[in-house]
């Protein structure tokens, strides 16, 4: 049963210590205009803290997408006939003409950051974000860095709408979605005590560059079975093993190539490699150019 809050209470804003700005029709205009920014823009942009009572309800979907990310107590969401617990350190997105209604938590109200967006790649950075609309609520790491980019962005507009602002604003939103929807490379581990197995094997690669490495050694390296590795790296780079560690060995010979005078043969030599014509077409293979010419127009 759909949770609500008593309807004289529930309150579209009104929050002591909020903030937000919705930009003027004219701006998001421009915005739409200008090639710089037309991809990928805010429209609208604020935080709620402790909003007790806060509830939307559209039951006509709008026209930008939202993304709503709770950093302290909780809330729901009812999207696409779900509806889903929100907390803190969770996030969610409505992609745009959704239907969609949700609301404040009464005894733990939630403090919430959001902020609507559109463009041209809006809908397939929502794709992204909500896992091709499989997942609408997802947790992320909490992160002073993300926080702080937030707060740069509404600064800056409270400034004013000026070209340099607006696009200044909008280049970092690329950079604030791109941080809920890759997480875990944007909270980097602090050391190798939060690092799993697939992590400290990669940096395993990355020491053991000059050598060949079969997938025995690796998952050996791990302390997991070869097939369970195999699978572990897979869903985690998206790659198999060796073939990652190849594009390791071929990133390394790319800064031979462009800082140093070493020999092609020499360079193959330096990546586990003994034939040098073995090299040049598994350079070529990756790269889609030999190593001179890799070389050559590195410049």
Same mark, same amino acid.
């Given at each position: /049963? %759909?949770?609500?809050?008593?309807v004289?209470?529930?309150?579209k804003?009104?929050?002591?210590?909020?903030?937000?700005?919705?930009?003027?029709?004219?701006?998001?205009q421009?915005?739409?205009?200008?090639?710089? !920014?037309?991809?990928?823009?805010? $429209?609208? @942009?604020?935080?709620? #803290?402790?909003?007790?009572?806060?509830?939307?309800?559209?039951?006509?979907? @709008?026209?930008?997408?939202?993304?709503?990310?709770?950093?302290?107590?909780?809330?729901?969401?009812?999207?696409?006939?779900?509806?889903?617990?929100?907390? &803190?350190?969770?996030?969610?997105?409505?992609?745009?003409?959704?239907?969609?209604? +949700?609301?404040?938590?009464?005894?733990?109200?939630?403090?919430?950051?959001?902020?609507?967006?559109?463009?041209?790649l809006?809908?397939?950075y929502?794709?992204?974000?909500?896992?091709?609309? $499989?997942?609408?609520?997802? &947790?992320?790491?909490?992160?002073?860095?993300?926080?702080?980019?937030?707060?740069?962005?509404?600064? $800056?507009?409270?400034?004013?709408?000026?070209?340099?602002?607006?696009?200044? @604003?909008?280049?970092?939103l690329?950079?604030?979605?791109?941080?809920?929807? +890759?997480?875990d490379?944007?909270?980097?581990?602090?050391?190798?005590?939060?690092k799993?197995?697939?992590?400290?094997?990669?940096?395993?690669?990355?020491?053991?560059?000059?050598?060949?490495? &079969? %997938?025995?050694?690796?998952?050996?390296?791990?302390? !997991?079975?070869?097939s369970?590795?195999?699978?572990?790296?897979?869903?985690? $780079?998206?790659?198999? #093993?060796?073939?990652?560690?190849?594009? !390791?060995?071929?990133?390394?010979?790319?800064?031979?190539?462009?800082?140093?005078?070493?020999?092609?043969?020499?360079?193959?030599?330096?990546?586990? !490699?003994?034939?040098?014509?073995y090299?040049?077409?598994?350079?070529?293979? @990756? /790269?889609?150019?030999?190593? %001179?010419?890799?070389?050559?127009?590195?410049?």
């Amino acid at each position: /049963m %759909l949770r609500k809050s008593p309807v004289a209470q529930r309150k579209k804003d009104g929050f002591k210590g909020q903030k937000a700005i919705v930009l003027p029709g004219k701006i998001v205009q421009s915005c739409e205009d200008s090639p710089l !920014i037309s991809n990928l823009f805010i $429209t609208d @942009i604020g935080f709620y #803290p402790k909003a007790k009572f806060h509830y939307r309800k559209r039951s006509v979907g @709008i026209s930008q997408h939202i993304l709503i990310y709770c950093v302290d107590g909780k809330g729901w969401v009812q999207l696409d006939g779900q509806e889903y617990d929100v907390k &803190s350190g969770q996030y969610f997105v409505v992609p745009a003409e959704m239907v969609h209604q +949700y609301g404040s938590d009464e005894d733990a109200p939630w403090s919430i950051y959001w902020l609507h967006f559109k463009g041209r790649l809006a809908n397939d950075y929502t794709s992204q974000l909500t896992r091709n609309k $499989t997942k609408f609520v997802a &947790s992320v790491n909490f992160s002073e860095e993300r926080t702080r980019l937030f707060d740069s962005m509404y600064a $800056t507009l409270e400034n004013g709408y000026s070209a340099d602002n607006l696009g200044y @604003i909008n280049m970092c939103l690329w950079y604030f979605l791109s941080s809920f929807c +890759y997480d875990d490379i944007f909270h980097v581990p602090s050391g190798n005590a939060e690092k799993d197995a697939i992590d400290l094997s990669i940096e395993f690669m990355q020491q053991n560059i000059e050598h060949t490495l &079969s %997938l025995r050694e690796l998952a050996a390296e791990a302390h !997991i079975s070869p097939s369970h590795y195999a699978a572990l790296f897979k869903k985690k $780079t998206g790659y198999p #093993p060796l073939e990652y560690f190849n594009h !390791i060995k071929v990133q390394k010979a790319c800064q031979y190539l462009h800082f140093t005078n070493l020999q092609i043969k020499e360079i193959a030599y330096k990546v586990g !490699i003994c034939d040098p014509y073995y090299f040049s077409r598994f350079f070529s293979n @990756i /790269m889609g150019v030999s190593p %001179l010419e890799y070389r050559n127009r590195k410049h």
